[in-house]
């Protein structure tokens, strides 16, 4: 089991950044491969961004690449999402996702475990 806590959204500025982090228990961090997705009303649930457990690999839409930086701390039990240059388009529910498989978070975004998600609203 991993249990997953986000923090970290809010409301910004077109053109500004947020910082989102996901907590991590349970299951050690290590061992599962982290995504963020995320959700806007009435479209459907969207990937954002994934790494790999060591942290040597990350994964990226294409809507986000150049923009967004995912990161973790397996010390600390913790992932990122550095969001820069935010667009109101980037506006939705960010959810922080886990699993042992690369295959489930990043081919089939499919993962096993999601967090609660934190809201992230964009003004233009």
């Known amino acids: 089991q991993v249990q997953l806590v986000e923090s970290g959204g809010g409301l910004v500025q077109a053109g500004g950044s947020l910082r989102l982090s996901c907590a991590a228990s349970?299951?050690?961090?290590?061992?599962?491969?982290m995504g963020w997705f995320r959700h806007a009303p009435g479209k459907e649930r969207e990937f954002v961004a994934a790494?790999?457990?060591?942290?040597?690999?990350?994964y990226y839409a294409d809507s986000v690449k150049g923009r967004f930086t995912i990161s973790r701390d397996n010390a600390k039990n913790t992932m990122y999402l550095q969001m820069n240059s935010l667009k109101p388009e980037d506006t939705a529910v960010y959810y922080c996702?886990?699993?042992?498989?690369?295959?489930?978070?990043?081919?089939?975004?499919?993962?096993?475990?999601w967090g609660q998600g934190t809201q992230v609203t964009v003004s233009s």
């Open positions: 996702a886990a699993d042992s498989s690369t295959y489930l978070v990043v081919s089939t975004r499919r993962p096993g475990y």
């Open positions: 349970g299951r050690t961090f290590s061992s599962n491969v």
């Open positions: 790494i790999s457990m060591s942290g040597g690999s990350t």
